[in-house]
């Protein structure tokens, strides 16, 4: 029986959705409810529902937040949403997220939602169905002949064995004749690498699907065999001759393009497609192929899937420079986003992806610049709840182009700005009572704000921007006014000297001092003596 998840802040529209539908009925069972985000999360995590129903306006974590946190622990839950007009932005965002189905409290009714729960129970059970026989097959291909020819790839990159007339003698078990006196390289790497593993979840998955698609094609060219480099590369290896009247170049090419088509036709999989030189021995095809994989990544800042010789991708270089020397300008910027909680998060990362752009960094270097940037935003918002530095990496190296780092970045961004207007709303009872608490409690000497950053382990910069924010008013202006207020105190209540008065606030210029309080309540200090 399938399992379902209630989530609303509203408990009478929770007893509602439990009582009012027969679930039973439809194959499910009310496995949770539950009026808050974070609590149905821990529930999600212990035991993962089928399908989750789910406000969208509620306090603490939201549900367009709440979709998101559990879509990072499995793909597996589909989604309907709860929503009022009023919320109708957070549900645009729920819908990109992937959820399945929108509907408003005002038009909510049984027999609507009866409708709605037979739909969801046909589409889970053909996902499941789906699902089994993808894993079936799977299985069958990690069982198949493509692990040894993999294993052989592997072996030809990694061991520089001397040039022998039988070193493809391996492959004619795979009905790879290598009749013929030379060999062409093909190398194609995945696009968009996101896009797929959200499409078809597992690595392994995509692998076996694009090995299927690419033998079908190649089935009846027994000079060409297909192997899987990692899930994101593959090669094709063709055996062929040089002939004065038909260029074996032609052949290769018409078959490399036509691969090339129908894995995004068919199974909606953009490739980008490097064709090497022709070569006789083994070293060659060695170098070949392992230029080639190199050369992939000259593709990361082109915006279409690429179909190339090895001679035109050289054209495409990288600049040397470390992109790491600029990261202060644009980290800055993307920090003023995450502290200022600017909902235009896109046009905030744009100048740093068009300067990357424009610059054509290496990508790795790029990936090192956007890594260190995720790191101390996860310092400085100290949360690592959804991200760990591993998660970063992987999610970073997995990375084919620009327009992927691009979609990474704001969604990381985006995250963070939520969680730091959840900061915002507890920092009166954290941070700023913190500082607060130590300005009262100095108030006899000068008062920094290096100085109180780092009594609170934050950045200056950070802190300077939180205190505005919280306060409405600069971290300076609220040590003098707090001092200030006690000058008058100490006036109006003791025997001190306006000079004492100066002295036991920490200000050693009694001019300034003076200045000071009058520009505060204007008046004369002497007036309160």
Known sequence: MNTVALVDDDVAVLEFLEKMIPWNDYGFRVAHTSTNALEALDACAALMPDLIITDIGMPVMDGVAFIRAVKELSQQPRFVILSCHDDFRYAQQAVQLGVQDYILKETMDPEALTVLIAGMQEKIGSERRLHDELKMLHSRAHRSNSVLKEQWLRELLSSPVPDSPAWTDALQPFGFRTVLPYFIPVVGRLHEVNAAWKRYESEDTVKFIVENVAEELLGNEANALFISVSAREFCILFNCSKELKHSPYERVRTLARLVQQKLEQVVKLRYSILIGGIEAERSGVRRQIGGMLQATDRFFYLRDPQFMTMEEAGRL????????????????????????????????????????????????????????????????????????????????????????????????????????????????????????????????????LEEVAAHLHLNPSYFSRLFKKETGQNFIEYVTRSKMEKARELLNGSDRTMEQVAQQLGYENRSYFVKLFKEHYGVLPSKYV
């Open 317 to 448: 270089t990288f600049h040397e420079e470390e992109p790491l020397s600029f990261y202060y300008e644009y980290s800055e910027r993307i920090n003023r986003t995450i502290i200022e909680a600017n909902i235009d998060v896109p046009e905030a990362v744009e100048p740093f992806i068009h300067f990357i752009s424009i610059h054509k960094f290496e990508p790795k270097a790029v990936k090192r610049f956007v890594f260190k940037l995720a790191l101390d935003t996860m310092m400085k918002l100290k949360d690592t709840r959804h991200y760990t530095n591993e998660k970063v990496q992987n999610e970073l190296d997995q990375l084919g182009n620009v327009s992927e780092l691009r979609e990474w970045l704001v969604g990381f961004v985006q995250e963070a700005v939520g969680l730091m207007e959840q900061i915002a709303k507890q920092s009166k009872k954290v941070e700023i009572i913190d500082a607060q608490k130590f300005v009262r409690q100095h108030l006899d000497r000068k008062i920094s």
